[in-house]
């Protein structure tokens, strides 16, 4: 599953408690963390290489 997928079946699942957010850190070297979270409690964590970034990118690309 790629990260956009599961970032967006985090929100999907977590739409009906409402007020949902999402943030990034300041890209790094090594990369930068991804959170989603949710009014429940829930949180979402992703530290995003630059590689799997560059690969998001290029799928996504791919697909227009």
Partial sequence: MTLLAELE?????HRQHGGQTA???QP???GYLLTGACPCGV???RWVTPEDAETDLLRGASLN
């Fill in 23 to 25: 943030n990034a850190t």
């Fill in 28 to 30: 790094a070297w090594n």
């Fill in 43 to 45: 949180t979402f964590e």
């Fill in 9 to 13: 079946a985090f929100f999907r699942d």
